[in-house]
Each structure stands twice: as structure tokens, then as C-alpha cells.
């Protein structure tokens, strides 16, 4: 727990809900969303803005967490993954990306949830070069990009 005198009290809302906490200067936003507020579908890759596991939306844009401090995101507005399931139930993109197997360990899931949810609220994925620019962000190592080319366009559609 760091100390009041070496940190900073930063407010704002995750997923809707209000958080008042003090963070050390130096921990980054995916540090504060998983240990601060155990918000722990927000993954870390290669924490150096790679691999995009640890995307979040910031103020309505996808933002690397493992890139920002969390005192970067002092005032705003974030959602992680776990905003997305709507009354228990997967949202339509996630039934996509589980419909399509566009996903197989399913560490790097949530980075993609969150980068093509901040693409699609942009405007319509139109079609598959669309699609993959959308998803050209993210790094998935082991389930190949056919399933999610094709989560992608469905839950476009
Ligand atoms: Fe942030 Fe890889 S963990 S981009
Ligand atoms: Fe395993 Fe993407 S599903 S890394």
C-alpha cells in the first residue's frame, strides 16, 4: 500500500462505478485495474504496447493499459472487458468471437473484445480488410485470425 505522501488519490469510474483510490506514482493503469480493483480480465502480454492483451477504453478510445499510469487516467471514464456481458449473458460480440472460435487459451480475448467494441461503436465493420485493420492492433498467439475475421464481421453485421 503505498504512502498518501508518495502517491497520488486519483477518482474516476471503471465500468461505471465510482473508485476513490491512492496509487503509487509509477503503477501503470493495468497494475491498478487488476491489483487495485481485482479487475483481472484485463491481461498483460509484453507490457511495452505490443501485443494489445491489456486493452481497455479510456474516455471511449482503445488505450494500452500497460502504457498509461494510472494517474494518467485520473477523471475518466474506463470500461474493461468485464463491462461487456449484458445481464449474465455474453454480449453479441462475444457470442461471436465463442460461435466463430475465435479464440483458443483466450489470453489475448479480452485485449480484442475491447479494441473491436471501440472500432464498431466508430461505425460498421464494413468488410474483411475492415476487419482485419481492426484487429491488426492485437496479437494472438495460439487460435489463428480466420475465427476472429469472422466474429469480427458477424457481430458487424
Ligand atoms: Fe500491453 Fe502487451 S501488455 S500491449
Ligand atoms: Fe491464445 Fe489468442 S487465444 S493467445
Do not use: W
Not at 67 to 93: F, H, K, P, S, Y
Not at 101 to 109: D, I, K, V
Amino acid at each position: 500500500m503505498p504512502d498518501v505522501d508518495t502517491g497520488h488519490r486519483i477518482t474516476g469510474t471503471v465500468n461505471g462505478a465510482a473508485y476513490d483510490e491512492v496509487v503509487d506514482d509509477r503503477m501503470t493503469l493495468a497494475d491498478f485495474l487488476r491489483e487495485k480493483l481485482r479487475l483481472t480480465g484485463t491481461h498483460l502480454g509484453c507490457e511495452h504496447g505490443v501485443c494489445g492483451a491489456c486493452t481497455v477504453i479510456v474516455d471511449g478510445a482503445a488505450s494500452r493499459s500497460c502504457l498509461m499510469l494510472a494517474v494518467q487516467a485520473d477523471g475518466t471514464e474506463i470500461e474493461t472487458v468485464e463491462v461487456l456481458a449484458e445481464d449474465g449473458e455474453l454480449n453479441r460480440l462475444q457470442a461471436a468471437f465463442k460461435k466463430n472460435h475465435a479464440l483458443q487459451c483466450g489470453f489475448c480475448t479480452s485485449g480484442f473484445l475491447m479494441s473491436v467494441t471501440a472500432a464498431m461503436r466508430e461505425g460498421a465493420i464494413r468488410d474483411e480488410g475492415h476487419a482485419r485493420e481492426v484487429l491488426s492492433g492485437n496479437i494472438c498467439r495460439c487460435t489463428g485470425y480466420t475465427g476472429l475475421v469472422k466474429a469480427v464481421l458477424e457481430a458487424g453485421e
